[in-house]
């Protein structure tokens, strides 16, 4: 069962406490995980690019010259792919359809998986609580010090108030979230992961 230092907002341990094994310390399935990183990115695109066909195109309603005996290539329309400004072959059209499917055991792989990398890459975070005095970004900033957070950090809390959201909100590389909104791609992106220890239980309590 993989232990993880529970921190205050100074950086100070005050113990250590022992996290799930079937949440925490699994063997990473990189397969699924890699899937569930596809899906999110690709639920992510809008699907509006679009381009015109030679159908589609104003204009070249005539023979641009007749076919025979002018030296030159027998041409159509001017509006044939081969002309510039004329149609695109084989272009984006909105009809295209990036949905993929995952069953829901996979699902909770996946979140497993990245959840057990960031253990074994010690990029795991716990805080007893992170509650703030102010809504300065000055002091949110001072806690990432504390905790040694240089690179981008997603933070997961049950008491995201409004003092967390208004101090983190414009500092690049950081996000805060509630545990029921953790998902594959937020804790792969984002370097460090920093979890209070009671989005830790309501975590476990989901995936266990």
């Known amino acids: 069962m993989p232990k993880v230092a529970l921190l205050n907002v100074k950086g100070e341990k005050i113990k250590d406490i022992k996290l799930e094994d079937k949440v925490w310390g699994i063997e990473p399935n990189d397969t699924v995980l890699y899937d569930a990183i596809t899906l999110s990115r690709a639920s992510m695109r809008q699907g509006t690019h679009s381009t015109k066909t030679r159908s589609e195109v104003s204009g070249g309603g005539r023979k ?24 695109i072959v084989f ?8 949905n993929k499917k995952m069953n829901k055991k996979e699902r909770r792989l996946a979140l497993k998986s990245a959840l057990s990398y960031k253990v074994l890459n010690s990029e795991l975070k716990a805080l007893d609580n992170l509650s703030l005095e102010s809504l300065k970004t000055k002091e949110m900033l001072e806690i990432m010090r504390n905790l040694n957070l240089e690179k981008s950090s997603l933070i997961v809390t049950n008491d995201l108030n409004d003092n967390l959201i208004l101090a ?9 979230v509630l545990p029921n909104e953790i998902n594959v791609l937020d804790v792969t992106t984002y370097n460090n992961l920093v979890i209070t220890e009671d989005a830790i239980k309501a975590i476990e309590e989901v995936l266990v």
């Open 91 to 98: 272009g984006p059209t909105p009809e295209v359809n990036y």
């Open 64 to 87: 641009p010259w007749r076919q025979k005996g002018t030296g030159r290539a027998r041409q159509g329309s001017i509006r044939s792919p081969q002309w510039k400004g004329g149609g």
């Open 168 to 176: 983190s909100r414009n500092i690049k590389g950081v996000k805060v």
